[in-house]
């Protein structure tokens, strides 16, 4: 008896497009009716189809299924495609679970910063490395990065585009530059550039969305501090935390540590 491969697909729960797949693949043959020229279906297919939707279930590629049904693959064969399969599952998952810590950091550190916008608090700002000189707008920033740092893949969250400027300058102006964390290496042709170490003991610190006007970022902090008594050198350090996009521009939250006077 054969069925066709709609009552196929009625019997398994599978579409039909799916089967024909299969056979197209030339994993399942079934023979075509001479009177209506329909492909129909042996019971030795429907278990062929059986075996690889188990196949499937337990991640085996097409390549994978083709060759056990197809190229007469031993036993043997069969027990080393299960080992290959389980240690590439083992990497998966272990990169998944990676990637569910640094999602997991990352969203407790983006409610820190959304929560920390309009709030104000003193601290010191963090050590974080810079060469010397700034980022001019005129040169390729792909340039200044190559002659600074040796960069892998995962050393971006590393990252800053950072600025700094003075309140106190008759007109404030960023002065943009990379920096980063201290994980990071600078390139073996440049280990005798001088390298900056910004730190602070002592910052009034907070969160804001970048704008291209350093006193329009920093109004609200120089407002507090005013209302509040607190010295400023008037020194400005931002470095970016998240970035967005309005409009197909790129934004970035900034954590700003506005320099407190010793005096």
Same mark, same amino acid.
């Given at each position: 008896?054969?069925?066709?491969?709609?009552?196929?697909?009625?019997?398994?729960?599978?579409?039909?497009?799916?089967?024909?797949?299969?056979?197209?693949?030339?994993?399942?043959?079934?023979?075509?009716?001479?009177?209506?020229?329909?492909?129909?279906?042996?019971?030795?297919?429907?278990?062929?189809?059986?075996?690889?939707?188990?196949?499937?279930?337990?991640?085996?590629?097409?390549?994978?299924?083709?060759?056990?049904?197809?190229?007469?693959?031993?036993?043997?064969?069969?027990?080393?495609?299960?080992?290959?399969?389980?240690?590439?599952?083992? /990497?998966?998952?272990?990169? $998944? =679970?990676?990637?569910?810590?640094?999602?997991? +950091?990352?969203?407790?550190? %983006?409610? @820190?910063?959304?929560?920390?916008?309009?709030?104000?608090?003193?601290?010191?700002?963090?050590?974080?490395?810079?060469?010397?000189?700034?980022?001019?707008?005129?040169?390729?920033?792909?340039?200044?990065?190559?002659?600074?740092?040796?960069?892998?893949?995962? /050393?971006?969250?590393?990252? $800053? =585009?950072?600025?700094?400027?003075?309140?106190? +300058?008759?007109?404030?102006? %960023?002065? @943009?530059?990379?920096?980063?964390?201290?994980?990071?290496?600078?390139?073996?042709?440049?280990?005798?550039?001088?390298?900056?170490?910004?730190?602070?003991?002592?910052?009034?610190?907070?969160?804001?969305?970048?704008?291209?006007?350093?006193?329009?970022?920093?109004?609200?902090?120089?407002?507090?501090?005013?209302?509040?008594?607190?010295?400023?050198?008037?020194?400005?350090?931002?470095?970016?935390?998240?970035?967005?996009?309005?409009?197909?521009?790129?934004?970035?939250?900034?954590?700003?540590?506005?320099?407190?006077?010793?005096?």
């Amino acid at each position: 008896m054969y069925l066709t491969v709609n009552e196929i697909s009625k019997a398994l729960g599978i579409p039909t497009e799916t089967i024909r797949y299969y056979v197209r693949e030339g994993i399942i043959t079934p023979r075509k009716n001479k009177e209506n020229n329909y492909w129909e279906y042996s019971s030795d297919d429907l278990i062929k189809l059986t075996d690889i939707l188990f196949y499937r279930n337990v991640s085996f590629t097409i390549q994978d299924i083709k060759a056990i049904m197809t190229e007469n693959v031993p036993l043997e064969g069969i027990s080393s495609m299960i080992d290959r399969k389980k240690n590439e599952l083992i /990497d998966e998952i272990q990169r $998944s =679970v990676a990637s569910l810590h640094e999602l997991q +950091d990352w969203s407790e550190h %983006l409610q @820190r910063e959304m929560a920390r916008v309009g709030e104000y608090y003193i601290d010191a700002m963090p050590v974080s490395y810079r060469r010397k000189g700034k980022y001019e707008e005129a040169q390729h920033i792909a340039h200044y990065l190559e002659k600074s740092f040796d960069f892998d893949k995962g /050393d971006w969250g590393d990252v $800053s =585009v950072s600025f700094t400027f003075n309140v106190n +300058d008759p007109q404030p102006k %960023l002065e @943009r530059y990379v920096s980063f964390s201290g994980s990071l290496k600078l390139k073996s042709t440049n280990l005798s550039a001088e390298v900056i170490a910004e730190k602070e003991d002592k910052c009034l610190i907070t969160e804001v969305h970048y704008s291209d006007d350093p006193m329009e970022m920093c109004k609200g902090l120089l407002d507090y501090a005013k209302e509040n008594n607190i010295k400023l050198t008037g020194t400005v350090y931002g470095r970016e935390n998240t970035n967005y996009y309005v409009d197909g521009r790129r934004m970035s939250m900034y954590c700003l540590y506005a320099v407190i006077s010793k005096k």
